[in-house]
Structure formats: structure tokens, C-alpha cells
């Protein structure tokens, strides 16, 4: 899949990702992998729109999210952390060319 660069011991959870079916997919022992909404995200030329990719964990809480375009090779948008408290860390993806 083609969002591993985030984290590499992740990957069988961004195997998981079908942005085409968007079904909610239980993963054993991590929680829940749930499609939300569409997201834009402000770029420096220009604006991106992506699918919210969120994994939930078996109590329910958030503890990553993707916002992901097709169309682009990297999370347009990615959280990492307990429910947005202080020591999350958000990554924003702020352009994209192909050259």
C-alpha cells in the first residue's frame, strides 16, 4: 500500500484501507477501522479533498486517523495519539507535484 512510509510496522493496517467498499473493518487485537466524511486539507497551492480513515481501538476511542486521496501516494492528513490530548502528533501534508 502505498501509505507505509508513516510507519512501516502499520502496514497490515493500511492493507486494510479499500477506499472503493468503505466498510467498517474490525481488526483483531486493534480496534476498529471506520470511513468517515470527506476532509479538505489546505495545501501550499491549493486544496486536497480525502476520505477520513479512522482506527479506533477496542474501547472505542480514536488512536489514528488518514485522510487519504486516491490519487495521491501520501495521507493527506495523519493523526497518531489518545483523543487529540497534548502528547498527539498530527502530520499535514502541504504539497504534492508530479515531476
Known sequence: MMYIFLNSMLSFIYD??????????KLYGFGTLKYERLYSV????GTYTGTKVALYNEDGELS???MIDPNIP???KTYMGDDYEDDSTTITFCDYALS
Do not use: H, P, R, Y
Not at 42 to 45: C, L, P, S
Open 42 to 45: 489546505d495545501g501550499k497551492n
Open 16 to 25: 486494510a484501507v479499500d477506499l472503493q467498499e468503505q466498510m467498517n473493518t
Open 74 to 76: 501520501f495521507a493527506l
Open 64 to 66: 489514528m486517523s488518514w
